[in-house]
DNA sequence: CTAACATATGAACATGTATTCATATGTTGT
DNA sequence: ACAACATATGAATACATGTTCATATGTTAG
C-alpha cells in the first residue's frame, strides 16, 4: 500500500503522471462506496446464489422446493438465503412450517438479468 | 447435494410440491451458465476491481497510475489487473515499458454504473 | 403431548482468493 | 553494455467463503 502526497496544486511522484492522478482521485469512488457495490456483486458472484436468484426470477419458491429446483442440500440452500435476506435482495414470508421466498429488489433482477444477457451473447 | 427423480409428467416426492419444481427447473438455468454469470459478478465483487474499473471508466490509465489513484501496491494492482485482462473485461496496450489500460466491455461498464446506482439510492 | 416435518444454525472442514515480498522480464536512455 | 525504470509473476501467508453434518427451533397433525 503506498501513500502518496497528492493536494490540489502540488504533485510530487516519480514515475506516475501527477495532473491525471490528481483528477482521477477525484473522479473515483470513495473506499466505503467500493466496498457496497463489490458486497452487492459478491452475492450475484456464486453459481448457487445465482441459480436461487434466478429461480425465484419467476416465482416464489419455499426452501424444499428450492433445493429440489437446483439440486442441493436444504441446509446450503438455507444459509444461501439467509445471506440474501440479510443483503435484502429476497424477502420472505412465514406459512406454518414453511418459509416462502421471493425476489425483493428490482435492481437486482435487472443486474442478474444483465449478467445473464452477457454471457449468452459472446 | 440430492439428486431427485423428476419427470415430466410423473413426480414423486416427499415434502416438496413436484409440479412447481418441473415448472421450475425447465425455466432455470444450467449449471455452466450459472457458472458463467457468477464468474462475471465475482470479478466485480472485491473492491480493489471495483475500484480499478471504476477508474477505467473516465480514461485509460497506466499501471502505475492505477495504484496511485486508488492507493494500492503495485503488484497488487497487477495481479488484479491480469484477473480482469483474462475476463476481456479491461483491454490494454503497451507503449514502451508502460502498459496502458482501459475498459473493453460496455456490458461491464453498464453493470458497474448500475452497481454504483444501487447504493447511492438507498 | 408427541411424532413428523420444514427450516435455521453452529462447528468443522476444505477450498478459494487477495495482498505482500522478492524477483524476473523487458524497455529506455546513456 | 549498463543502470534505471515499469510491469509481471511465483511463492507464501492470511483471510474469507461454501458445503456438510449434526442438531436446534418452531409448527402441524394426531
Chains 1, 2 share one sequence.
Not at 6 to 33: F, G, N, R, V, W
Not at 51 to 61: D, G, P, S, Y
Not at 74 to 84: D, K, T
Request: proline content about 2%; glycine content about 4%.
Amino acid at each position: 500500500m503506498q501513500t502518496k502526497e497528492c493536494t490540489e496544486d502540488i504533485c510530487e511522484q516519480l514515475c506516475e503522471h501527477p495532473q491525471i492522478i490528481c483528477i482521477a482521485k477525484k473522479e473515483s469512488i470513495s473506499d466505503s462506496e467500493a466496498q457496497q457495490v463489490a458486497e452487492i456483486f459478491k452475492l450475484l458472484g456464486d453459481p448457487t446464489r445465482v441459480k436461487i436468484l434466478q429461480v425465484l426470477t419467476k416465482r416464489e419458491l419455499c426452501v424444499c422446493d428450492i433445493a429440489a429446483v437446483i439440486e442441493m442440500g436444504q441446509s446450503a440452500v438455507s444459509h444461501q438465503l439467509r445471506l440474501l435476506r440479510n443483503a435484502r435482495l429476497v424477502r420472505y414470508r412465514r406459512e406454518g412450517k414453511m418459509a416462502w421466498y421471493s425476489l425483493d429488489d428490482e435492481h437486482v433482477r435487472s443486474l442478474l438479468s444483465q449478467g445473464i444477457d452477457h454471457i449468452k451473447h459472446r
